[in-house]
């Protein structure tokens, strides 16, 4: 198993899986569960991970997820930094991770 990536919301983690299961790639979903126990556990602390079987899936299933990100590039969408690839909230112009600033 591999960790590819952590969803930024769980709606997001399962229309990734929908599009990973459709190439053909084999991947599972963890903390979905977690996060129903509201004001239990910080929903950041608990997923949802994305996980493939075979990390040699890795490079078309990034491929498959930040393709996916960018056609839904509105304003108020969750972002993928060029420079380092995290993750970032949609009120953030600017990458807290390396400074990049957020793409067109
Ligand atoms: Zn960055």
């Given at each position: 198993?591999?960790?590819?990536?952590?969803?930024?919301d769980?709606?997001?983690?399962?229309?990734?899986?929908?599009?990973?299961?459709?190439a053909?790639?084999?991947?599972h979903?963890?903390?979905?569960?977690?996060?129903?126990?509201?004001?239990e556990?910080?929903v950041?602390?608990?997923?949802?991970?994305?996980?493939?079987?075979?990390?040699?899936?890795?490079?078309l299933?990034m491929?498959?997820?930040?393709?996916?990100?960018?056609?839904?590039?509105?304003?108020?969408?969750h972002w993928?930094?060029?420079?380092?690839g995290?993750?970032?909230?949609?009120q953030?112009?600017?990458?807290?991770?390396?400074?990049?600033?957020r793409?067109?």
């Open positions: 198993m591999f960790r590819l990536a952590r969803a930024p769980l709606m997001l983690a399962q229309h990734w899986i929908n599009l990973l299961q459709q053909g790639i084999a991947c979903l963890t903390g979905q569960h977690l996060q129903g126990v509201a004001g556990i910080p950041d602390q608990c997923g949802p991970d994305l996980w493939l079987e075979h990390e040699r899936d890795r490079d299933a491929r498959l997820i930040e393709g996916d990100a960018g056609d839904q590039s509105g304003s108020r969408s993928c930094c060029d420079s380092c995290e993750w970032l909230e949609p953030f112009t600017v990458c807290w991770r390396c400074g990049a600033e793409p067109a």
